[in-house]
């Protein structure tokens, strides 16, 4: 007896389905709706985070960026990378969860793990 190959193209239908392509970002459906966060990649440089650490502080000056400062509860651990984390996310969250908004001169990428830890708490956005 045959097998028979009849729903591998529904199979592929529905693996199709279930994925949308967000800005070159493979992201399941049912994620988007939990949950997505903005970081940096791990090949992203220390200037390009210094960069976007600037960019989003500085430039545009969001008050949430007390949060990396000394006494705020993503202070810890005092590191560059970290602290781009906050504030990319902050970004990306505050302009609406746009694939854009994660974009960061390529140094930044969408996860749908909350990157949160301890007091630091990532923001999940609308």
């Known amino acids: 007896m045959a097998h028979s190959f009849q729903a591998f193209p529904i199979l592929i239908l529905y693996l199709l389905l279930a994925f949308s392509n967000t800005g070159g970002t493979l992201i399941p459906a049912f994620a988007q709706a939990s949950g997505q966060w903005c970081v940096p990649r791990p090949s992203a440089t220390e200037a390009q985070l210094l960069d976007s650490i600037q960019f989003v502080c500085g430039e545009k000056g969001l008050p949430g960026c007390s949060l990396i400062q ?20 902050l970004w990306y969250q505050l302009e609406g969860r746009q694939t854009v908004s994660c974009w960061f001169k390529n140094s930044a990428l969408i996860t749908i793990t909350d990157p949160s830890y301890g007091n630091c708490q990532f923001v999940f956005g609308q």
């Open 70 to 89: 000394a006494g705020g509860s993503c202070f810890y651990p005092n590191t560059t990378i970290n602290h781009a984390s906050v504030v990319m996310n």
